[in-house]
């Protein structure tokens, strides 16, 4: 990644789904983002992972495309939405 750049990556306990802990993890590490020089930080979650895509919408994060085939399981690709949040 370029200088002020970073790819993150959030796993929500079951306990904590549905109760907003998603959006607010994408706030806060945009803050944390901010306050530390970088001007830009992106994410990305599989395409059947509406709840997570859901939190990046609601964290006001800008969807910037799908990489198609990002993951193969069992032979499966997994398409991957990629979103990012920027100055």
């Not at 959030?10 to 994408?26: H, M, N, Y």
């Not at 990305?44 to 193969?72: C, H, P, Q, V, Y």
């Amino acid at each position: 990644m370029p200088t002020g750049v970073a790819h993150i990556g959030i796993d929500v306990g079951q306990e904590f789904r549905g109760k907003g802990a998603a959006t607010e993890a994408l706030k806060l590490a945009w803050d944390w983002a901010k306050a530390n020089s970088f001007h830009r930080l992106e994410g990305s979650t599989d395409e059947t992972n509406t709840a997570m895509r859901k939190a990046f919408e609601k964290a006001d994060w800008k969807l910037e495309g799908i990489s198609k085939n990002l993951f193969l399981e069992d032979g499966q690709g997994h398409d991957f939405y990629v979103y990012a949040k920027t100055i």
